[in-house]
């Protein structure tokens, strides 16, 4: 009977964007009576195949041919997550040529490392003026990735919401610190900024750490 056997070693497909590949075979049931070809895709930004085709008939039909699977190693921070490998036939031989082909799905081990670069966790700033830090991104997302500020007077934020996705994620966002000027001598305060990821991506579970700021007092009078 006309059939096409597919076997991934260990019995499924597993690759890394680190380097680590894995591999199938591809071999026919019975003889055709033409020549067999199989030719593979695959799905965007997953990976890649040692060939694309392979050619069966008369003289090699039950020879397994063996196909390496190799991950695209991308700067996108995905975790985990799957390629498809879709097999199509293409022959006028009998039996042969109304085959169809379930597809492989290729799990892919990430190798990107996830987590939102702050420039400063102490920022010291002098009442009534201005002081800046950044966040950027390790990765590029598969998604927007907002990083939400807050924190308490008398310190005061500009954006409070910064937003990165996949084409500016390498890019160093700034954010202004400014504090009111009560013409009050308080002495130094100090305040926090705290930071929480609203995302779907990989970065969701990412923490950022709290930014200490210390607000220096410009109303000095003596004692």
């Known amino acids: 009977m006309a059939g096409v056997t597919i076997t991934e070693s260990g019995g499924s497909t597993q690759v890394a964007e680190s380097g680590a590949t894995d591999t199938f075979t591809v071999v026919l049931t019975s003889q055709p009576t033409s020549t067999v070809q199989i030719g593979f895709t695959t799905s965007t930004n997953g990976v890649t195949l040692s060939t694309t085709t392979i050619t069966f008939d008369g ?22 997550h799957t390629g498809t490998i879709t097999p199509q036939i293409s022959t006028t031989a009998y039996g042969f040529d109304v085959l169809s082909m379930m597809p492989l799905i290729a799990t892919i081990a990430d ?3 996830i987590s939102i670069l702050v420039s400063a966790t102490e920022v010291t700033i002098t009442e009534g003026l201005r002081a800046e830090y950044t966040y950027m991104l390790s990765a590029a997302p598969t998604n927007t990735v907002q990083i939400v500020l807050s924190t308490e007077a008398p310190l005061h934020l500009d954006p409070a919401v910064i937003s990165f996705d996949f084409t500016n994620w390498s890019v160093a966002k700034t954010v202004v610190l400014f504090t009111d000027n009560d013409h009050e001598d308080m002495g130094t305060r100090h305040a926090q900024i705290v930071a929480v ?18 607000i220096l007092e410009d109303d000095l009078y003596p004692a």
């Open 59 to 80: 003289t090699n039909w039950n020879t397994p041919q063996m196909v390496t699977v190799t991950a695209m190693d991308d700067v996108i921070a995905q975790g985990t």
């Open 111 to 113: 190798n990107e490392s």
């Open 197 to 214: 990821v609203s995302s779907t991506t990989a970065y969701r579970n990412v923490s950022i750490p709290t930014t200490a700021v210390h």
